[in-house]
């Protein structure tokens, strides 16, 4: 699987199954909870697909191997990778599955999910240490009752899961206060996703949440956590233009932060609630290269990251692993 590959198997981001699998883990995270997926690897690239039966993409089995067809044209040959939790080599946790907050994107609202325990965590993380695979952890999480609440839970998780002993990733609801809180009990690495960089698109698909004050807690981790060590997602097909998408990718490398260029999920539970277009394989890997030269420009590097979507690449076209 090349580069154009892999980009066209994210524009479609689902896949058939010849046959029926007891592996693949639902999401409980972000626009696309809720949905069975798939780790796809071939050479180098990694891609994860939601399971779908009316996809145009099929997933099978051929001797050794897997091969997906697009119609009866073979396009990607490889192999299935497991996850570990949600993603491979890392125990990618959400703590909260539920949301006060209404991004019209995202359906973890709409699910009304758990709240893990910490108990319920440490056990997670044991299992997955066990099978000699973990290479780092990541904590993601809804709101359950605020921000500052949401964030003390998870400072205390990521303080008793510091003793695993591998990086830690936390992407939460920023504060004031939150990056010195995160890093005092043991988070290597933050995330706060922007979601958008269209200011005016951000107020529609957002309610009740401050685009400036993300933003400046995105200022300050790179002052706390370092270069490489911050992240925020963009999502690519919420009715953005190009231009407003180049130009956030230089706001935010020239901050220090690495952006993390997501495909739009057009979630059955959000229809209706927003406009969404999965961009196409032209557009990402147009809106990939910028980014990589972006973050060339500003000496960041997508390969450094420890933890979280940089470290895993099933989602996106990462810059220091993928191009």
Do not use: W
């Amino acid at each position: 699987m090349d580069l154009e590959t892999k980009a066209l198997l994210i524009s479609v981001g689902t896949v058939q199954l010849n046959e029926p699998r007891t592996g693949g883990q639902v999401s409980t995270a972000g626009p696309g909870a809720g949905g069975q997926s798939v780790f796809f690897q071939s050479g180098k690239h990694l891609v994860r697909l939601s399971v779908a039966a009316e996809s145009p993409l099929r997933l099978e089995r051929s001797q050794s191997d897997m091969a997906i067809f697009k119609g009866d044209r073979e396009i990607a040959r490889g192999q299935l990778v497991e996850p570990l939790l949600h993603c491979p080599q890392q125990a990618y946790i959400t703590v909260s599955e539920r949301c006060i907050y209404n991004c019209k994107f995202c359906a973890v609202p709409k699910l009304k999910g758990g709240v893990k325990s910490l108990e319920t965590i440490r056990q997670m993380v044991e299992t997955a240490r066990r099978t000699g695979n973990l290479r780092a952890i990541s904590l993601t999480s809804g709101v359950e009752i605020s921000p500052e609440h949401e964030g003390q839970r998870v400072a205390q998780i990521a303080r008793d899961l510091s003793g695993f002993g591998v990086p830690i990733g936390v992407s939460v609801s920023p504060f004031p206060g939150v990056n010195h809180m995160l890093k005092s009990a043991g988070a290597n690495e933050v995330k706060y996703n922007l979601e958008t960089m269209d200011r005016d698109l951000f107020r529609q698909v957002c309610p009740g949440i401050s685009f400036q004050e993300i933003m400046d807690a995105l200022q300050e981790a790179v002052g706390v956590f370092g270069k490489n060590r911050v992240f925020s997602n963009v999502i690519v097909g919420l009715g953005e233009s190009d231009e407003t998408l180049r130009e956030g990718i230089d706001e935010l490398a020239e901050m220090g932060v690495l952006p993390v260029l997501r495909a739009a999920f057009p979630h059955p539970l959000r229809l209706g609630d927003v406009e969404i277009v999965r961009p196409s394989a032209d557009r990402l890997l147009g809106l990939a290269s910028y980014l990589k030269k972006a973050l060339d420009k500003n000496d960041s590097s997508g390969n450094l990251a420890l933890t979280g979507c940089y470290r895993c690449t099933g989602c996106d076209l990462a810059p220091g692993q993928d191009l």
